[in-house]
């Protein structure tokens, strides 16, 4: 029921998908950028609905509090605390290992706040893990979701950092000038 209410909101807003999730493909990092204001997390559900598959999504441990932590669990959510060194890469590789089925939802971003460079857990996830990112821009000028073919790291981390910096600064996000600043400075 939620599905079909997010997915109807996706398209009487105006939005489209541009691309095709790679249904085939049972396990996926999905990094969705650029994350820059809290319109983005609704926005992503009206896309997942839209996609018709079943993701999971990690997000800041704050959010799965009282008195409305219940919700973010309920819409598939997985807490992670980034305070303490707990080792979500490993933690979410191993969740790789375990499931024979498992899509993961991440900002590369690590936060809504102003990045001077992507993060790079989501890469070492995909990479530990042997699974395909899978990025999806929001194009909100557009009013497109930009959904790009599987991408599988290689042993060459900045030329990997380069081909996702460059498929996200195609885009523009709420805060235009947020994802060219930090995209540029993502190649280590």
Known sequence: MLNL?????FKLRGWKLVGSFPKNIPK????????????????????????????????????FKAP????FHLLGGK??????????????ANLFHKNEKLHI????????????????GFYYMAKNA???IVMVA????????????????SDNINEDLK?????????????KEWIRNYLEESVL
Request: aromatic residues 12%; glycine residues 6%.
């Open 163 to 175: 081909t996702i910096a460059q498929f996200f600064n195609q885009v523009s996000g709420v805060k």
């Open 5 to 9: 209410i997010f997915k109807s909101l």
């Open 105 to 120: 939802v991440l900002a590369p971003e690590g936060t809504r706040k102003e990045v001077a460079k992507l993060r790079t």
């Open 28 to 63: 996926t990092i999905v990094i969705v950028a650029p994350h820059a204001d809290w319109v983005d997390f609704p926005l992503g559900l009206g896309a997942r609905a839209a996609i018709g598959v079943k993701m999971s999504f990690l997000g800041k441990e704050e959010l």
């Open 79 to 92: 807490p992670v605390d980034r305070f303490h060194n707990n080792n979500v890469v490993d933690a979410v």
């Open 138 to 153: 929001f194009d909100y000028p557009k009013k497109e979701v930009v959904i790009r073919e599987p991408f599988f790291t």
């Open 130 to 132: 042997d699974v395909p």
């Open 68 to 71: 409305f932590g219940w919700v």
